[in-house]
């Protein structure tokens, strides 16, 4: 497939880096976002999202340290709840890392909240954003997740992903085919959450809902990443929606072709890069820098704010009681960071009573996550990555230490598993109807691994995340003919066909 491969009408440098960002903000924006400071993962310093004051300087990403950073705020009830009893902040929340055994009181109301959001009928009535914004799997968490005003979101909507419940014992009659899921795996309650039910097919949806909405807020004219082909498309679809210039950085030939076809497709301008992912990362963090570009890749804090809506809505479709295991794939480990701050910040508002492990799954021939948490994460291991798997084919995470205390805090796991052992996954959840791209099979291959080594009970509850759509790679693990045989068009002819 030709890429449409483009000269970047950007700044001049260095010295022209604000170019595609306002030069001042509106007070509705500057008051949203006050409530919000980033914090270093490595460090803890802390800064404040707007350093220029209402001046836009460019977005920071990265802690002087060179760390990841972390959003940070305090979570209010929508000004519509303030006629509810006031609270003190140590009823709305208490300290993780200090093993407060209070548990805050406003959990139930919160889950009101949010179940009143879901119950909204999905549709869009003439003149008002408000029942989409209900309806978005997303922003139906929105106090949790970025409370900016509802005119600066862009949402289509995302998220109300499947939860299908495929366990031995979980699985209905009617589901017969799904249950060779909880067979395959070992499970007798076993969930797969399919995130390539969002708009795009894929997971990104939820953080590019989230990072498009910034960008938004800050007045930004281009935005930009680099991909393996999930972020590409997902970024292409929302910069389009808003009316941004979508720039995405591909290593050259490692792009399955359905991702590739949504990125052209939605107008994004299309760079391939000669090398991998690792190397389109660098490139695209530099030219951000440079030209003033908003950066959305899950560098990007707020990118993974969006993802931690997977985590609560898991959370609401199991009736606010949290699984004994989330188990899902490891690439630039942007959702075992989001989902594991997820649960970290429900169980903080007493919305769950206790916390989930989390078993990050990598593929063997892009381990590097693996490898730190086999040495205990005394230090971070990088590696030239080989993987069919190509969403999860990373060798140097973004992520890796937020992921490291998420793993770290719930006393989580990481397992390796091979291609061969991806692919003959994939196949069961494929029979089975469910269907999914590579990368998302590494999450059943993974649960199969740690059932049959005794690492995860056969009665213990769990949910496994499936991140991609089946036609987000129509060639690896598929048949490429609808048949090996060709019949004249008669009963007869078909009838032998069928006695085979």
Same mark, same amino acid.
């Given at each position: ?52 004051? @209402? ?26 709840? +303030? ?8 009823d709305m929340f208490f300290d993780f890392a200090a093993g407060n055994d209070e548990a805050p009181t406003a959990g139930a109301l919160w889950r009101q909240l949010f179940d009143e959001r879901a119950s909204s009928p999905p549709i869009w009535p003439m003149g008002t954003d408000k029942y989409l914004l209900d309806c978005s799997g997303v922003w139906r968490y929105r106090e949790l997740i970025l409370p900016v005003p509802e005119q600066y979101m862009v949402s289509r909507p995302e ?51 989230? #990072? ?37 950085? /591909? ?31 660098? =490139?695209?963090? +530099?030219?951000?820098?440079?030209? #003033?570009?908003? /950066?959305?890749?899950? =560098? ?16 609401? @479709? ?29 169980? +903080? ?85 469910? #269907? ?33 759509? =089946? =036609? ?18 008669? /009963? ?9």
């Amino acid at each position: 497939m030709a890429i449409n491969s483009v000269g970047l009408q950007l700044g001049q440098g260095a010295g022209g880096g604000n170019k595609h960002l306002k030069s001042n903000l509106p007070s509705d924006a500057m008051d949203a976002l006050s409530s919000i400071s980033l914090r270093c993962i490595e460090c803890s310093s802390l800064y404040p999202v707007l350093e220029g004051g @209402q001046s836009v300087s460019s977005p920071r990403y990265r802690c002087t340290c060179g760390g990841v950073l972390d959003v940070e705020m305090k979570f209010h009830f929508p000004k519509t709840w +303030q006629s509810q009893p006031a609270r003190k902040e140590s009823d709305m929340f208490f300290d993780f890392a200090a093993g407060n055994d209070e548990a805050p009181t406003a959990g139930a109301l919160w889950r009101q909240l949010f179940d009143e959001r879901a119950s909204s009928p999905p549709i869009w009535p003439m003149g008002t954003d408000k029942y989409l914004l209900d309806c978005s799997g997303v922003w139906r968490y929105r106090e949790l997740i970025l409370p900016v005003p509802e005119q600066y979101m862009v949402s289509r909507p995302e998220g109300n992903t499947g939860l299908y419940p495929v366990g031995i014992e979980n699985c209905s009659g009617g589901r017969i085919g799904h249950r060779q899921i909880g067979i395959y795996a070992g499970l007798e309650r076993f969930f797969l959450k399919h995130e390539g039910e969002n708009p795009t097919g894929s997971f990104k949806d939820r953080g590019m809902t989230v #990072g498009v909405t910034m960008a938004h807020l800050l007045g930004a004219k281009a935005v930009a990443c680099a991909s393996t082909g999930n972020t590409s498309a997902s970024l292409a679809s929302y910069a389009a929606q808003a009316g941004m210039q979508g720039i995405v950085f /591909l290593p050259a030939g490692n792009v399955a072709g359905g991702k590739l076809a949504q990125s052209l497709a939605y107008g994004a301008d299309t760079i391939q890069i000669r090398g991998d992912f690792d190397d389109a990362m660098k =490139l695209v963090e +530099q030219v951000c820098d440079e030209e #003033g570009i908003y /950066l959305l890749n899950s =560098l990007n804090p707020f990118r993974i704010e969006g993802q931690k809506a997977i985590g609560f809505e898991i959370l609401q @479709q199991l009736d606010w009681q949290a699984p004994d295991w989330l188990v899902l794939p490891a690439g630039n480990l942007g959702n075992t960071s989001a989902i594991g701050k997820a649960f970290r910040q429900a169980y +903080q508002l007493s919305l769950i009573s206790h916390m989930p492990r989390i078993a990050a799954i990598q593929a063997t021939g892009a381990n590097p996550f693996y490898q730190s948490f086999k040495k205990n994460f005394s230090e971070k291991v990088s590696v030239r990555a080989n993987t069919i798997a190509t969403a999860i084919n990373i060798g140097n995470p973004v992520s890796f230490a937020r992921a490291k205390q998420v793993i770290e805090e719930s006393e989580g796991i990481v397992e390796e598993v091979t291609d061969e052992e991806i692919l003959a996954a994939k196949a069961v959840i494929d029979r089975a109807g469910i #269907g999914c791209e590579p990368a998302s099979a590494t999450t059943l291959a993974g649960v199969r691994k740690l059932v049959a080594c005794g690492v995860m009970k056969r009665d213990e509850r769990v949910v496994g995340v499936l991140t991609g759509n =089946l =036609l987000k790679d129509s060639k690896v693990g598929i048949p490429q003919q609808a048949s090996g045989i060709v019949v004249e068009a008669t /009963l007869e002819a078909v009838r032998r066909v069928l006695a085979q």
